[in-house]
């Protein structure tokens, strides 16, 4: 364990839509405490409006996103020790700030009502025996089931943050949604078109920074947006799939046309 | 009207709160043609849900073929020590296997058996593997999947980030609720005509629990205020395993699947003590003895160098781990620098489960007040005197659902409800009351309060509790009652996002659970499943067909013994049949 701290300098970013600035807060640290323990403790005892999300403190449930020293973290998962003796905490850039930190994450609600849910076969629906699947052709699809909605990815990923096109490209999480859907071995919905279309597969450049902070290490990149992209290339890119499609043939189900 | 203005909403059926129970009810009254909203403390998808790990228990057999809805309800009565509602039990038990299978045509991936069935796990005083999972993230799946179907259900829309402070009535039955906005402070005014609670439970009116900042029993407060009645308030579980270091972590949970997996609890003389305790069942016998046995070993000075006992899984192979106890790896490395694949855990009883709540009827849900209905954590009735791992989200799925048929039932039946006359003045002052902290933001502060409530529980009703104890405990509770009448913020003002002035609101909650506990548990002159008394530590058979039932009346609280009706012969025969042990075939 790096070398134990007494007082931790903290700088909370307090504020509201209007703007807001740094205050420093002075907290005793005490073994094994997480960033998230010495905010509440500060709103404890220090500043008792300071406005903060959490819930399970357990990197269960996503709640205490924020941007530690700059990076996007969760809270509570967080060891005050890695940092020494002081850090700053601030709310996530690509949403809008409520206060202090907490952020306006609505919008990813919104487009999360936009991408059509889980849909199996009406044979599989009305099926009298319960389906046999294999731990194998379920696994892909678990991985992204994982996701705990911290909007980290969201938070990190330049077409959202820096560029605010929140318009034209769903982000990340929204991704691993489209992808978990699509790889679940009992889904009969296409959505290559919402993913081209709406969803804007095509504005992430493979920067991988969504896959640096996701903290349960889903490899968002790799296995859901590249196998994503390859799907919609091979369905509007493809010179033979193109004229097939001329001639009327190879017409699915497709979500969103 | 004289306190501030508030917007009115009007819907059919209203349900507070958004975890697994909530989320089934109103996609239950949503699939009845109704409008259905749903009011959380929290983001959607946050709920404690999330924080169930280990599985959903239901006799699908897939594991174990000899697994009926009959020994799964035998297990629910004899784990809960046959204090439970054996109408609620059995309905429970037959009708998991379908809600769990609902599930994954809904779109949820359990792990699978080598035939492709949904694989089941073993777990604490479940006679076969019974455990439908994912992982030790199954809490997760449920709640993901109830949110996406939600999400996609006519009729159902969600106000997150909204407290509801009072219930109020009309004629005698529901027709509102007030409630107040986390992100501005703005207060919005409920019709309904029907709602239902599906707060969960009050994890934290306790200091070491494994229960996030919501958890502040406010369902069962709401009930009480609105003249329901509650049973079984002292019966509150403690998951025998919850981290006990570092301090920062203490009492997050350690899921029960590490145990179901294998692992081992040993002291620090290194002996597998729950021979001493329960040496047919060992680490898996219910989790009331192993919490006990955990705390007796503890204050016989036998405990780990922090106070807790010794968790060993590493006799399995890291692989093995990993894949099945991924979040636990996780958690320990990151929190406590522990790696479980070649270390063993810390862990030591944390709170975890209100197994009391309110008195709800078996088939629909109902409480004793008209329009009122309650499922999950928050109702009472279905673990009796102590929950066996796995029934709580195979609770939240079955009792979910019958609840949001049960109010949407009412709903239709009785529109006129939400446009029946409220009483002004009890709005007026139900806002004045939420408004008063913050005219006197200087007064004592709410997170004082709150910790001296967490501080008297943890002191005077611990695993093992006596009647001095309680009584000493009662009256600094109903001592740190009167101060919290009088409570400020904190020191601020503010409307907008004011986590003070949210606490002074959630300690009336908090209080009325304690309150009603503490008189329980001296009236239950006994030792019975979760609940344990140095004074009476036997077990009184003539209490087991009594549930003590709290009340509110115009002298306060008051408890009162009720007797249960027999159970029917056929499920009498059902619980003392003898089943079959179950023995594994080894294919790994």
Request: proline letters at 5%; glycine letters at 8%.
């Amino acid at each position: 364990m790096a070398a134990e701290i007494s007082d931790l300098d903290l700088k909370i970013w307090r504020g509201d839509s209007r703007g807001g600035e740094y205050v420093s807060y002075v907290v005793p640290v005490r073994e094994g405490m997480v960033v998230l323990d010495a905010v509440l403790w500060v709103q404890a005892n220090l500043a008792s409006d300071l406005a903060v999300r959490w819930n399970c403190k357990a990197a269960k449930c996503g709640s205490c996103s924020a941007e530690v020293d700059g990076f996007p973290r969760l809270m509570c998962k967080t060891p005050i020790a890695d940092y020494g003796a002081a850090l700053s905490v601030r709310p996530m850039k690509t949403f809008p700030v409520v206060k202090d930190l907490v952020t306006d994450v609505s919008w990813n609600y919104e487009v999360n009502k936009q991408i059509p849910p889980f849909t199996p076969s009406e044979k599989d629906m009305t099926a009298s025996e319960p389906w046999r699947m294999q731990q194998k052709d379920v696994e892909r699809s678990m991985e992204f089931r994982k996701c705990i909605e911290c909007f980290l990815c969201q938070d990190v990923c330049h077409v959202l943050r820096d560029h605010d096109s929140k318009r034209v490209f769903y982000g990340p999480r929204f991704m691993i949604r489209i992808a978990e859907l699509e790889m679940h071995p009992r889904d009969v919905l296409d959505r290559t078109p919402l993913l081209k279309e709406k969803a804007g597969v095509g504005y992430c450049n493979i920067t991988k920074c969504c896959t640096e902070v996701c903290p349960e290490h889903i490899h968002i990149t790799d296995n859901a947006i590249i196998p994503l992209k390859e799907r919609m290339d091979d369905v509007y890119f493809d010179p033979v799939r193109w004229a097939l499609r001329r001639l009327g043939r190879g017409a699915k189900h497709r979500a969103g046309e | 009207m004289t306190g501030p203005a508030y917007e009115t909403v009007e819907t059919d059926v209203l349900i507070l709160g958004a975890g697994g129970a909530g989320l089934r009810a109103a996609i239950a009254a949503g699939e009845a043609g109704l409008r259905v909203l749903i009011v959380c403390k929290s983001l959607l998808g946050k709920a404690h849900t999330v924080m169930a790990e280990g599985g959903v228990a239901a006799a699908l057999h897939n594991v174990a073929y000899q697994d009926t809805w009959e020994v799964h309800f035998a297990d629910t009565m004899k784990g809960g020590k046959m204090l439970n509602d054996w109408r609620m039990a059995e309905l429970h038990a037959k009708e998991s296997p379908e809600r769990v299978l609902e599930l994954e045509r809904w779109g949820a991936v359990f792990d699978r058996t080598w035939q492709g069935r949904i694989h089941q796990r073993p777990f604490g005083a479940h006679t076969y593997p019974r455990l439908a999972h994912i992982g030790d993230r199954t809490g997760l799946e449920l709640l993901r999947t109830l949110q996406d179907r939600v999400v996609h259900t006519r009729g159902v829309d969600v106000h997150m980030e909204v407290t509801v402070v009072k219930l109020l009535k009309s004629d005698g039955q529901i027709a509102g609720a007030l409630a107040y906005r986390r992100s501005d402070g703005s207060l919005i005014l409920y019709r309904c005509a029907a709602l239902l609670l599906a707060t969960g439970g009050a994890g934290k009116m306790y200091r070491v629990t494994s229960n996030s900042w919501e958890c502040t029993g406010d369902g069962t407060a709401l009930a009480y205020d609105a003249g329901a009645q509650l049973r079984d308030m002292e019966m509150v579980q403690f998951h025998p395993t919850g981290m006990v270091w570092p301090a920062g972590v203490r009492g997050i949970l350690v899921t029960e699947g590490v145990r179901g997996e294998g692992g081992v609890l040993r002291n620090k003389d290194g002996e597998r003590f729950m021979e001493r305790y329960d040496h047919e069942r060992m680490e898996l016998s219910s989790r009331d003895i192993v919490a006990r046995a955990i705390n007796s070993e503890v204050s016989a000075g036998r405990g780990s160098p922090h106070g807790g006992v010794f968790l060993d899984i590493t006799h399995r192979k890291p692989e093995f781990i990993k894949s099945k106890l991924p979040s636990m790896y996780e958690q320990f490395l990151k929190l406590a620098k522990v790696d479980i694949t070649t270390q063993p855990m810390e862990v030591a009883p944390t709170i975890h489960y209100a197994m009391g709540g309110v008195r709800v009827d078996a088939e629909t849900g109902a409480s004793t007040v008209p329009g009122l209905y309650a499922a999950g954590e928050v109702a009472a009735g279905l673990h009796g005197a102590n929950r066996l791992g796995g029934n709580s989200l195979s609770d939240l799925l079955v009792f979910g659902k019958r609840g949001g048929e049960g109010v949407a039932c009412r709903a239709r039946s009785n529109p006129q409800a939400a446009r029946a006359k409220l009483d002004e003045r009890e709005v007026d002052s139900a806002i004045t009351a939420l408004m008063a902290p913050l005219e006197r933001p200087a007064a004592e502060s709410p997170y004082k309060l709150q910790v001296e409530i967490q501080e008297t529980m943890s002191r005077y009703a611990p695993i093992v509790r006596d009647g001095a104890g309680l009584e000493a405990g009662l009256e600094a509770i109903l001592e740190i009652g009167a101060r919290a009448r009088a409570c400020g913020t904190g020191g601020s003002t503010t409307l907008a996002f004011n986590p003070g002035w949210h606490t002074a609101a959630d300690l009336s909650s908090m209080l009325i659970n304690a309150e009603a506990l503490l008189r329980s548990a001296l009236e239950r002159k006994e030792s019975r499943g979760a609940h344990a008394r140095s004074d009476f530590p036997k077990l009184d058979e003539a209490l087991a067909e009594v549930n003590f039932v709290a009340e509110k009346t115009p002298d306060g609280m008051v408890v009162k013994a009720e007797k249960r009706p027999p159970m029917p012969a056929y499920l009498d025969g059902v619980v003392h049949q003898s089943y079959a042990r179950y023995t594994p075939e080894e294919r790994e």
